[in-house]
């Protein structure tokens, strides 16, 4: 079983930056997919990026360029810049290889002046 666990949320103005970490343990193969979710009060789960093995990334069409997800081996972060009031939420770490399928409990971003 992976567990997996986010860091880096923070209280932020709007415009700044954060860069959330997450870290996976107890596996003992490369992860296939890594991805960052978020979930915004009174809103579904979304996907904000996903990062591949290969390097292949995905981003949803709010980043608009803003927020960048990149990994080493099983760790992956999020560099997110410019950030908006809409981007408060809490950010979930996703693992995914096969037979797995793992998220962490989320880190807390807010966005507010």
């Known amino acids: 079983q992976v567990q997996v666990v986010e860091s880096g949320g923070d209280l932020v103005q709007p415009g700044g930056s954060l860069r959330l970490s997450c870290e996976t343990s107890?596996?003992?193969?490369?992860?296939?997919?890594m991805a960052w979710y978020r979930r915004a009060p009174g809103k579904q789960r979304e996907m904000v990026a996903r990062i591949h093995l290969d390097g292949r990334t995905n981003y949803a069409d709010f980043v608009k360029g803003r927020f960048t997800i990149s990994r080493d081996n099983n760790k992956a972060y999020l560099e997110m810049n410019s950030l908006e009031l809409e981007d408060t939420a809490v950010y979930l770490c996703?693992?995914?290889?096969?037979?797995?399928?793992?998220w962490g409990q989320g880190t807390q971003v807010t966005v507010s002046s």
């Open positions: 996703n693992a995914v290889s096969p037979g797995i399928d793992s």
């Open positions: 107890g596996g003992t193969s490369r992860i296939w997919a």
